[in-house]
C-alpha cells in the first residue's frame, strides 16, 4: 500500500528566501504524486502534479516539483516566498491501479515579514 | 460560481444524532469523493463514488453511508455521531476515477463537531 510521509510539521521562512518542503513515499506500483495547498479554512487546491515524463514539474503560483525516483521524493520548491504563500501543504500519492489516495501529514508554513 | 460546493459550513451537534452533509459539484464530472480531516490536519479518504462503483475505504465505520441522488451530488450521511467523528469533511470531485490520476477539486469543507 502507498504511503506518504511530510517530515516537517512546521516550517517558518521570511518573505523572499527559496523555500523546499520534503515528500517522501512507498508505493506498489507507479505511483501519481501531488502536492496540494490549503489556506486557513479552504479546502485544498491543487499546485501541481506528476504521471511520467520529465521529472521536473512546474505548478501554479510559480512553485514546482522534482520527482527522484531513487529517492523515493517528490520535494516541492519555490524560489521566492510571499506572504501570501502561508498556508498548509499537503503531499499525496496514488496508484494507477487502484482507487486509493494517501494524503501526508501536512506541513505547515509560516512567512515572516 | 462554486465548483464544489458543500452545506453546511458548519455543523454542531450532540451523540447519537443522525446528520447529513451536501455535496453539489458544476463541473460535469464523473466522480465525487468524501474525506475526512481530523483536528491534526490528517487527511484520509473515506469514499470514492461514480455512476457505476462505490468505493469505501475499509477502515469507515457502517455508520457513514454516501448516497447520491445523481451524478451532481454525493451527500453524506451518518448515523449515531460519536465525539470521535468531529472533524473537516471535505468533498471532492474529478473527472475520472484515481485509478486515471485525475486532478481532484475540493469543496470548502464541513466542520462537523460532536458535544
Known amino acids: 500500500a502507498q504511503s506518504v510521509t511530510q517530515p516537517d510539521i512546521h516550517i517558518t521562512v521570511s518573505e523572499g528566501a527559496s523555500l523546499e518542503l520534503r515528500c517522501n513515499y512507498s508505493?506498489?506500483?507507479?505511483?501519481?504524486l501531488f502536492w496540494y495547498v490549503q489556506s486557513p479554512g479552504q479546502g485544498l487546491q491543487l499546485l501541481l502534479k506528476y504521471f511520467s515524463g520529465d521529472t521536473l514539474v512546474q505548478g501554479i503560483k510559480g512553485f514546482e516539483a522534482e520527482f527522484k525516483r531513487s529517492q523515493s521524493s517528490f520535494n516541492l520548491r519555490k524560489p521566492s516566498v510571499h506572504w501570501s504563500d502561508a498556508a498548509e501543504y499537503f503531499c499525496a500519492v496514488a496508484s494507477y491501479n487502484n482507487n486509493d489516495m494517501r494524503f501526508g501529514a501536512g506541513t505547515r508554513l509560516t512567512v515572516k515579514p | 460560481d462554486t465548483a464544489v460546493s458543500q452545506t453546511p459550513k458548519y455543523l454542531v451537534t450532540q451523540m447519537g444524532n443522525d446528520k447529513s452533509i451536501k455535496c453539489e459539484q458544476n463541473l460535469g464530472h464523473d466522480t465525487m469523493y468524501w474525506y475526512k480531516q481530523d483536528s491534526k490536519k490528517f487527511l484520509k479518504i473515506m469514499f470514492s463514488?461514480?455512476?457505476?462503483?462505490?468505493?469505501i475505504n475499509e477502515t469507515v465505520p457502517n455508520r457513514f453511508s454516501p448516497k447520491s441522488p445523481d451524478k451532481a451530488h454525493l451527500n453524506l450521511h451518518i448515523n449515531s455521531l460519536e465525539l470521535g467523528d468531529s472533524a473537516v469533511y471535505f468533498c471532492?470531485?474529478?473527472?475520472?476515477?484515481?485509478?486515471?490520476?485525475?486532478?481532484?477539486?475540493f469543496g470548502p469543507g464541513t466542520r462537523l463537531l460532536v458535544l
Open positions: 508505493y506498489g506500483a507507479t505511483p501519481y
Open positions: 471532492a470531485s474529478s473527472l475520472g476515477g484515481l485509478a486515471a490520476g485525475e486532478t481532484q477539486y
Open positions: 463514488y461514480n455512476n457505476k462503483e462505490l468505493i
